[in-house]
């Protein structure tokens, strides 16, 4: 057990509130969040289980917000693969034995560090691996956990902890497509993407935009109204200074004119890199406008479709298809390079006007609330990113 005195321990003055209860959203087994996840509240933080110190340094973060993303419901219905075969132990529910605390992102604030961790008390961090249970209000974990974020003081004043936490996960996929399967600035410099009013299309807009790149979006008309529609498209285009151009996935698919009409005008401009989101028809554009040689990166598939590859594609065209997966580079990458990315996305929005996914906050016992929110999103215009306040009340 960590005693107080092998821990550095944070005074409360920079706290919100002096003593706060524990609280969790957690599940004992899989299935539909709505039906399974349970929040669970106890003032009584005495039987915290707490790290051995012979297992390395460890950090108690409190936590200030955590989104709820894709990848959070697809845990708790059972559906996501771990990143690597014998994934680290998450901090344990106070519900008990067998109990897991739902949510894999987070923003929060170092409390206690032990004696010998270079990360002290106070500091600012996002959780760099996923599984560890963040939907919670407090938990122990292990340094290499967390990533210390240098101006997270300025991202915390600047953005407040519910936009700062949407930050680096959707942004770090976003960075990362951008930056590691095509060279864009001396070629032609544009990207073409799908499902452009998700969260992660958002960022790929908007990190794009401060490389010079340009952006083609395609969206869904789906259920919207042509005023709904066009909403989304003005604030789309807007969000990126004009550096991204909204199109219409449905009328690419019901009017070959259309599409031969758009291959057309990008002309020697087609995009070396695709990033898809959906797989399905909607991929199978992104194939079609595609450069010669170019890259199509698939790091979702949103319409549970396939992507299919026509044979003249890979013989004629010769794209490269591959795949991204955030949670994978966050654990096979180098610990100074999970930093380099969190720092430099904190610059991007600090200095060079990145601005995040709208967002929309509620506190973790409000999560049916949530999911009904989510539910009634694909008719919004703007769509808006559920984050947890995961702060207590205070007593
Ligand atoms: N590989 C990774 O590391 C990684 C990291 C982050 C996210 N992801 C994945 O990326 C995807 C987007 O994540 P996000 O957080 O940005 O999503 P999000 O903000 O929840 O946005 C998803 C939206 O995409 C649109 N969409 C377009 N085509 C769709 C289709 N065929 N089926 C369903 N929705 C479609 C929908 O809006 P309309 O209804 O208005 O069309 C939908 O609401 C998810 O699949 C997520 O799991 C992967």
């Known amino acids: 057990m960590i005693s107080t005195r092998h821990c550095r321990?944070?005074?409360?003055r920079i706290l919100r509130v002096s003593h706060r209860t524990y609280h969790e959203l957690s599940f004992l087994q899989t299935g539909d969040p709505s039906e399974v996840l349970q929040h669970y509240s106890s003032e009584n933080q005495t039987h915290q289980e707490e790290p051995d110190q012979k297992e390395g340094d460890f950090v108690r973060v409190h936590m200030l917000a955590a989104p709820w993303n894709p990848a959070d419901m697809n845990v708790i219905q059972g559906k996501y693969p771990s990143p690597v075969k014998n994934p680290p132990a998450q901090p344990p529910s106070?519900?008990?034995?067998?109990?897991?605390v739902a949510g894999s992102e987070g923003w929060g604030r170092v409390m206690e560090s032990s004696t010998n961790c270079n990360i002290d008390?106070?500091?600012?961090?996002?959780?760099?691996?996923?599984?560890?249970?963040?939907?919670?209000?407090?938990?122990?974990?292990?340094?290499?956990?967390?990533?210390?974020?240098?101006?997270?003081?300025?991202?915390?004043?600047?953005?407040?902890?519910?936009?700062?936490?949407?930050?680096?996960?959707?942004?770090?996929?976003?960075?990362?497509?951008?930056?590691?399967?095509?060279?864009?600035?001396g070629h032609s410099g544009v990207v073409v993407q799908n499902a452009g009013n998700s969260a992660v299309g958002w960022m790929?807009?908007?990190l794009a935009a401060t490389q010079n790149v340009k952006v083609v979006s395609l969206v869904r008309?789906?259920?919207?109204?042509?005023?709904?529609?066009?909403?989304?498209?003005?604030?789309?285009?807007?969000?990126?200074?004009?550096?991204?151009?909204?199109?219409?996935?449905?009328?690419?698919?019901n009017d070959k004119g259309a599409l031969k009409a758009l291959q057309a005008e990008l002309g020697t401009q087609a995009p070396r890199l695709a990033i898809n989101a959906t797989g399905g028809d909607s991929a199978t554009l992104l194939l079609k406008l595609l450069a010669p040689g170019g890259t199509m990166v698939t790091y979702g598939g949103l319409s549970m479709q396939p992507v299919t590859v026509a044979t003249p594609m890979l013989i004629f065209k010769d794209v490269k298809v591959r795949g991204y997966w955030h949670s994978r580079?966050?654990?096979?990458?180098?610990?100074?390079?999970?930093?380099?990315?969190v720092d430099e996305?904190?610059?991007l929005v600090l200095d060079k006007g990145v601005q995040c996914p709208p967002i929309e906050i509620f506190s973790l016992d409000r999560f049916q609330d949530a999911f009904q929110f989510e539910t009634e999103q694909s008719a919004q215009a703007v769509r808006r990113?559920?984050?947890?306040?995961?702060?207590?009340?205070?007593q």
């Open 204 to 206: 790929v807009s908007q």
């Open 121 to 185: 008390p106070g500091t600012l961090v996002t959780l760099g691996q996923s599984g560890m249970g963040t939907f919670r209000s407090s938990l122990w974990l292990p340094t290499q956990a967390v990533i210390p974020v240098d101006r997270g003081e300025e991202l915390e004043d600047t953005l407040g902890s519910a936009m700062a936490s949407s930050i680096f996960q959707l942004g770090g996929t976003a960075l990362r497509m951008l930056q590691d399967f095509e060279s864009l600035g």
């Open 385 to 394: 990113k559920v984050v947890f306040d995961c702060q207590e009340e205070a």
């Open 9 to 12: 321990t944070l005074t409360s």
């Open 94 to 100: 106070w519900q008990g034995p067998g109990w897991r």
């Open 329 to 341: 580079w966050m654990l096979q990458s180098f610990p100074q390079q999970r930093k380099k990315m």
């Open 221 to 253: 008309r789906g259920s919207k109204t042509e005023d709904e529609y066009n909403e989304m498209v003005d604030a789309l285009t807007q969000q990126s200074t004009n550096t991204t151009r909204v199109i219409a996935q449905d009328d690419l698919l």
């Open 345 to 347: 996305l904190a610059g």
